[in-house]
């Protein structure tokens, strides 16, 4: 059975760091993108960042463009965001997600994991 499972959400004040995780298990992801996405209440879920297999090329939303950093571990079947400077309407459930349908920039996601909420206060 696959799974992405998050972590590393919480509460921060604005202008901290949040480093978020995502195990991947069930299958191997390397030769995959993967990415992070997020979904504020009331919102349609949005792309944040994704980064291709290798780790060379990485892509970023512009509003957390210069903020984040997306990185995958040695293994690449984990993926970690790195979470500065936060404002508060960064708040919203992060969610992991792979892409296995190509070996190149990431499409639509395959799979998702569960989220993990992170909520930045002013």
């Known amino acids: 059975q696959v799974q992405l499972e998050e972590s590393g959400g919480g509460l921060v004040q604005a202008g901290g760091s949040l480093r978020l995780s995502c195990a991947a298990s069930?299958?191997?992801?390397?030769?995959?993108?993967m990415g992070w996405f997020r979904q504020a209440p009331e919102k349609e879920r949005e792309f944040v960042a994704a980064?291709?297999?290798?780790?060379?090329?990485?892509y970023y939303a512009d509003s957390v463009k210069g903020r984040f950093t997306i990185s995958r571990g040695n293994a690449k079947n984990t993926v970690y965001l790195q979470m500065n400077s936060l404002k508060p309407e960064d708040t919203a459930v992060y969610y992991c997600?792979?892409?296995?349908?190509?070996?190149?920039?990431?499409?639509?996601?395959?799979?998702w994991g569960q989220g993990t909420q992170v909520t930045v206060s002013s």
């Open positions: 069930g299958r191997t992801f390397g030769r995959y993108p």
């Open positions: 980064i291709v297999s290798s780790g060379i090329n990485t």
């Open positions: 997600a792979a892409d296995t349908t190509t070996d190149k920039v990431m499409g639509v996601p395959v799979y």
